[in-house]
């Protein structure tokens, strides 16, 4: 019966089984072949050196980036200083979200860093806070000094911990005040300082307080202290990344500016 259809079918043009049934089976498996080639170009993986104070909005927007592109960012957080170091010595990051704008830019007259990758990815605020209503009113709260202890994190490795120190010297009360320093190596070790209760006050960024308005708090005029301005930078070793590339892009996207101006950033160009 096939013999007699394919003979019939060389003859007219008929239908012939047997070669649509191959040719389908081809199809099946080219098709199968891109579906796993894509599946793979989109299974990219980055590692990113995240500035501590940047952490839960990172959290956030590297969810979002996974759910948008199918690469996934693994976050690694602490003091830009220390990542700074790190990076110079060959550790294996190829993402960087500084909390200042001078570590990225010393990447990149290092040679560690693709140059047109670095821009400000968001600005800081700095603020005083206790864990305890009515204790911080102001400027005046440090002008009293009536507190046994302030937290603030390293200012050689932290710029928020920098902006602190320039806050106080702005006001005439760093001597002043310089006894009572309780000194971290990051921003979240100065933040569980106060929330532990082992500072009454002390200097944290506006993104670790977005979650609660518990306590007390004075976000301090910028006139007192340098901008901190927060750049990102794509470093040579992920140049070649899909998924780095794809990250640093993706804090450029609306959706990624959204979550940072949630967590208490300016963006760069807005006063």
């Not at 400027?139 to 603030?152: R, Y």
């Amino acid at each position: 019966m096939v013999i007699a259809s394919q003979q019939s079918g060389s003859r007219g043009g008929g239908y012939r089984p047997l070669e649509f049934i191959m040719k389908l089976f081809r199809t099946i498996a080219v098709a199968a072949g891109l579906l796993l080639a894509s599946t793979g170009a989109q299974a990219a993986q980055t590692n990113v050196a995240v500035a501590a104070n940047f952490t839960d909005a990172a959290k956030e927007i590297a969810a979002l980036f996974k759910q948008r592109t199918g690469h996934e960012a693994v976050l690694s957080f602490g003091a830009s200083g220390q990542f700074y170091t790190q990076i110079t010595q060959g550790a294996p990051f190829q993402v960087f979200l500084s909390a200042d704008d001078s570590r990225p830019k010393k990447l990149v007259e290092d040679g560690l860093a693709v140059a047109d990758s670095r821009f400000t990815y968001a600005i800081g605020k700095l603020v005083l806070w206790s864990k305890s209503p009515g204790i911080v009113t102001g400027e005046e709260t440090l002008k009293a000094a009536s507190f046994a202890k302030l937290s603030i994190c390293n200012p050689a490795a932290a710029p928020y911990g920098l902006a602190a120190v320039e806050t106080m010297k702005s006001l005439n009360l760093y001597e002043t005040l310089k006894p009572k320093l309780v000194e971290s190596a990051t921003i979240t070790q100065a933040y569980q300082f106060v929330e532990t209760g082992n500072a009454e006050v002390g200097f944290v960024a506006l993104s670790q307080l977005t979650s609660s308005e518990a306590g007390s708090r004075w976000v301090v005029p910028p006139a007192l202290y340098n901008p901190i301005r927060q750049d990102a930078v794509l470093l040579k070793t992920g140049a070649g990344n899909d998924a780095a590339g794809a990250f640093i892009a993706f804090l450029r996207d609306p959706e990624a500016r959204v979550i940072i101006e949630k967590y208490g950033y300016v963006l760069d160009g807005q006063s």
